[in-house]
Each structure stands twice: as structure tokens, then as C-alpha cells.
């Protein structure tokens, strides 16, 4: 019985925060938010939202990590952007620009998470 008890928890658990971009934003960790920038699978994890159908910078937010909110709001831009490229461009040209732009944001994210600290 305690067993099911502790996977209904984790099921509850995945759908109240489906990704661990999720998961850092509610708490607040800027640092995981940048590393899991560096991920490829981010794009996707960027278009799920919560059980309460909130978006990783929505949850930052409400969780008053204004900061972390703004940043991830900028990065959810780029990838828009990217996507519109990628509608419009070759897959090889979209995925060097994608992985350049990817960088340079994950690297604007650590300066100002640097600056923090």
C-alpha cells in the first residue's frame, strides 16, 4: 500500500511539473535554468506547461523570481525566432544558427547570474 501510495505522488508529481526547466523555475534555480539552456531537448520543454497551465517563465514569476522570469522569457523569444527561421531556412543553416544563438544566450544568462552572486 505505501508503495502505490508513493508512485501516486510521483505521477502527480510529473504532471504538476512535467521538465526539470520546470522544476528550477519554481524554485528558482538560475543556474540549472542556464545549464538546461545548453540542452537541445530545451525547445520542447519550452512549449509544455504545467497542471496549471503555466509556462516555465509564468511559474518563475509567480514564484517572484522576477529575474529568472525575464530571462526566461528572452530565451522563449529566441527560440521563437529560431523556429521562423526554421520554417524558412535549410535544416544545416538553421541548426548552426540555432546552436550559436543558444550560446550566446546561455552565456548572457551565467553573466547575469554571475552578477548576482
Not at 46 to 55: A, C, E, Q, V
Not at 63 to 86: D, P, Y
Request: with cysteine; aromatic share 8%.
Amino acid at each position: 500500500m505505501e508503495m502505490n501510495q508513493f508512485l501516486c505522488q510521483d505521477v502527480i508529481g510529473a504532471l504538476e511539473l512535467p521538465t526539470m526547466l520546470h522544476l528550477a523555475a519554481k524554485y528558482g534555480f538560475s543556474e540549472l535554468c542556464s545549464r538546461l539552456t545548453d540542452l537541445p531537448s530545451v525547445v520542447q520543454a519550452y512549449r509544455l506547461t504545467d497542471s496549471s497551465g503555466w509556462l516555465p517563465e509564468q511559474i518563475a514569476a509567480h514564484m517572484g523570481h522576477s529575474q529568472l522570469a525575464s530571462l526566461l522569457e528572452t530565451f522563449r523569444e529566441v527560440v521563437r525566432w529560431l523556429v521562423k527561421i526554421f520554417l524558412i531556412a535549410e535544416p544545416i543553416l538553421f541548426l548552426t544558427t540555432m546552436m550559436l544563438l543558444l550560446s550566446l544566450i546561455n552565456n548572457e544568462i551565467n553573466n547575469k547570474i554571475n552578477k548576482t552572486k
